[in-house]
């Protein structure tokens, strides 16, 4: 659906980056000790807003490219310096459902409900997944104004929503 509605405000992406965290490591609550994996997938051959969720999966499952090495090695030419931001030049996908951010404690107590804010992200936007407490998860998107109209008028046409 965000495809077809960014399709009628600019051309189809056809590098889209995903940033995740590592499936062989237990991600904590996001910090700069973290393992992340930064990814791109090129959709050079798949037009997007036209494609189904199944193309769609397996276009990730077989094109995805680790761009991983390559921020180590900007880090390491900035003197190990861990501190940096990561946006793609399209829009970008940050996955942060294994992060354990309802374990973090604050004089004995846990929160109930946790979130994430990102911004200065670049001029396409970003969509952040996150899990919510008790199953299931948060989706927050931050995308240019018309595209964020375009969505809300597509999905109360197909969802009946807003």
Known sequence: MLAKVRGEYSSEPAIVTII???DNETTEVVSSNNQVIISIVEANDVKVS???TSELTELIAEKTVDETRVVEELIEKENGVPDFIVYGANLTFVNLEEAKIYDLELRGKQPIFASYNISGVGDEGVILV???LEG???V???LPQ????GLKNKMREELGVF
């Open 20 to 22: 995740h965290g590592d």
């Open 50 to 52: 036209e494609a189904n």
């Open 130 to 132: 996150l899990p919510r």
């Open 136 to 138: 299931g998860r948060i």
């Open 140 to 142: 927050n998107l931050v």
């Open 146 to 149: 018309k595209q964020i109209e």
